[in-house]
Nanobody
């Protein structure tokens, strides 16, 4: 059974940083591209960042480019999202997800999802 477990969310002041982690089990981690998404109530789930199977290729939503960094460790089966210069618009529940495709910003192409971790940003 596949499990993706996010951690690292919490409350941070605007301008601050958080580091989210996602631990994967029950799948051959290196066979999956990984992504981070976020969602606020009443809105669709939004792509944030993605990384390919090897970790050599990354891509970001325009809204987080230059502030967020995604990385992965294929030995520890983890994917991390370093978030800097957070603003109130970044507040959301953040989800990590795994896709057997090469990588995509479309949530419909992701096979497995974590339960999410809340990020709250105070002004």
């Amino acid at each position: 059974q596949v499990h993706l477990v996010e951690s690292g969310g919490g409350l941070v002041q605007a301008g601050g940083s958080l580091r989210l982690s996602c631990a994967a089990s029950g799948l051959t981690f290196g066979n999956y591209a990984m992504g981070w998404f976020r969602q606020v109530p009443g809105k669709e789930r939004e792509f944030v960042a993605g990384i390919n199977r090897s970790g050599l290729s990354t891509y970001y939503a325009d809204s987080v480019k230059g502030r967020f960094t995604i990385s992965r460790d294929n030995i520890k089966n983890t994917v991390t999202l370093q978030m800097n210069s957070l603003n109130v618009e970044d507040a959301a529940v953040y989800y990590c997800a795994a896709t057997s495709y090469s990588g995509s910003p479309s949530p419909r192409l992701y096979d497995y999802w974590g339960q999410g971790t809340q990020v709250t940003v105070s002004s």
